[in-house]
């Protein structure tokens, strides 16, 4: 039976490698798999899906306009067996719905990737979407500096301190975020304020 599965995890937590791992797995058994990202995410190129550990691969940009149930509609002779979704917390909410009825409607699995909060702990419309809709839910572990599971995206400048002010949206990677404990992430931002 097919479902809406999401994979999320704060920074770090390997969510693109285990985007690719998937995608390797389906196509090592014949399957056509739709690997798509939000147009949004152009850190490492608007049509590539890339991994710390080095794993990449190209993948269909979606820009917040397109609809996602009517291209796969429209590319029904392709027929994809699988839809694999990375940074799945920048597509609208509208298009959460849409990987949905793909679902329902087609019996094709959607495996969502992406982070569920931002850096402030505050969650993305998308996450929003799929934690109401998702069959399966899996948190994607890595841990904080001291040793706990990290929870939190922390925001932070050239210099290390944590940043809790600005836009939702800043892409980075370990130059601008770092995986955090709430305890850790709130101990820093009192470091800040005393400064």
Known sequence: MAKLYFRYGAMGSSKSAQALIT???????GMRV???????DTRYGADKV????GLEQRADSISEEMDLLQ???DREREFYDVVIADEAQFFTPAQIEQLRE???????????FGLRTDFRTRMFPGS?????LADSITELKTVCA???????NARVDAE?????????????????????CHKCWKKAQEKENEA
């Not at 793909?102 to 969502?112: K, S």
């Open 23 to 29: 995608k390797f797995n389906y196509e090592e058994r």
């Open 34 to 40: 739709w690997l798509i990202k939000p147009a949004a």
């Open 50 to 53: 890339y991994s710390r550990i």
């Open 71 to 73: 291209i796969f509609r």
């Open 102 to 112: 793909i679902v329902d409607r087609y019996h094709v699995p959607v495996f969502c």
């Open 128 to 132: 929003v979407r799929l934690f109401e």
């Open 146 to 152: 001291c040793g706990s599971k990290a929870t939190v």
């Open 160 to 180: 290390g301190n944590v940043i809790t002010e600005g836009e939702q949206v800043l892409l980075g990677g370990n130059e601008s975020y770092q995986p955090m």
